[in-house]
């Protein structure tokens, strides 16, 4: 399992990440997607934890919680939707 944790201030750190979720068990991974032009993080990160329990204790407690000035949106990760929009006509 992976969790979603969005609506995070742009100035955050895969380092901050780690450091809020280890307060709830061992961190695996955090990822940071960046703007491709930018390089400026896009709001939103995932993080994967030792196991589920420590997961779902981590989503419980974070989903609403005041972080940066900002109220995070913890979940779930879901799989990534094909959206199909890359598709061009050829003429």
Request: glycine share 10%; net charge negative; hydrophobic share 35%.
């Amino acid at each position: 399992m992976s969790i979603y944790v969005g609506n995070l201030s742009y100035e955050v750190t895969e380092a901050d990440l780690s450091s809020v979720f280890a307060e709830y068990g061992a961190v695996k991974r955090v990822y940071v997607p960046t703007d491709r032009e930018t390089g400026r993080p896009r709001g939103f990160a995932f993080v994967e934890m030792d196991t589920e329990a420590q997961e779902s204790n981590a989503i419980d407690t974070l989903d609403g919680a005041e972080w940066m000035g900002r109220s995070m949106k913890v979940n779930q990760a879901r799989p990534r939707e094909n959206s199909g929009g890359g598709r061009r006509n050829s003429f």
